[in-house]
């Protein structure tokens, strides 16, 4: 009954602006219902130190009192697949507090620092996406590519893979610029609802977790052990 409930309300979002209005002017999508954002920031470090400048970082992140986390996670699990981030981006290592995200906001494209985005969320992950050296030019090509049109890039409402270069979310980003390029049978959309969605979660299947600070991920999802991780994952029962 629930899924048949969200799959119409699915459908009304495709059909009308009238929701996309209501979420957009009054910003409620990202409204958090108490407290504060509970990442530990002294972890910012432990990123940084697992970083190698010339490689490829995706990040996941999710502040789980948010409306949106929420709205995700309920989607997501209606097909039995765990909801654990609600958002992804790109993440350049430069060393310390030089290093600099980008993602897609309700404000469109943003590059910030990785340190002040950290403020602003409960869950973290940082994968390194195993990609072959030959393509970082095609990569390099699609980030100052997507730069360029920043000003005319605006958040996907509809969440949709197909529906214009301009209109993307946040995960749908992270595809743009890595599709076809990633060593991974996983990179590549899937169905829910009956619709094809590249949504955030896909990402842990993807490549080399290097940290996650999740506590509900199965530690064994690493793919280097590290000591430090060892008291922030739960085994999944």
């Not at 301009?166 to 980003?173: G, T």
Request: hydrophobic content about 40%; proline content about 4%.
């Amino acid at each position: 009954m629930n899924e048949k409930l969200t799959y119409r309300l699915l459908n009304w979002m495709d059909k009308t602006k009238a929701w996309e209005l209501f979420f957009k002017k009054l910003n409620i999508y990202n409204i958090r219902f108490k407290g504060y954002p509970a990442f530990v920031m002294s972890d910012y470090f432990r990123i940084i130190d697992r970083s190698i400048p010339d490689d490829h970082y995706v990040f996941l992140s999710t502040d789980s009192k948010s409306l949106s986390s929420i709205a995700i996670k309920t989607v997501i699990r209606l097909k039995e697949n765990p909801g654990y981030f609600s958002h992804a981006g790109i993440l350049f290592f430069k060393g310390d507090r030089k290093s600099t995200i980008m993602h897609i906001t309700a404000a469109g494209l943003i590059e910030q620092p990785l340190i002040d985005f950290l403020k602003q969320v409960d869950y973290f992950c940082v994968i390194k996406l195993p990609v072959d050296k030959k393509n970082d030019q095609t990569i390099q090509y699609r980030i100052s590519e997507i730069r360029g049109r920043a000003d005319l890039i605006k958040y996907d409402w509809q969440e949709q893979l197909d529906n214009g270069d301009n209109l993307l979310y946040c995960s749908e980003l992270v595809y743009e610029i890595f599709k076809d390029v990633v060593n991974s049978p996983e990179f590549k959309p899937r169905m829910i609802l009956g619709r094809y969605v590249f949504d955030p979660n896909l990402l842990l299947n993807c490549g080399e977790i290097v940290y996650c600070n999740h506590p509900e991920l199965d530690r064994q999802l690493c793919v280097n052990d590290l000591p430090f991780m060892q008291t922030e994952f739960a085994v999944v029962a």
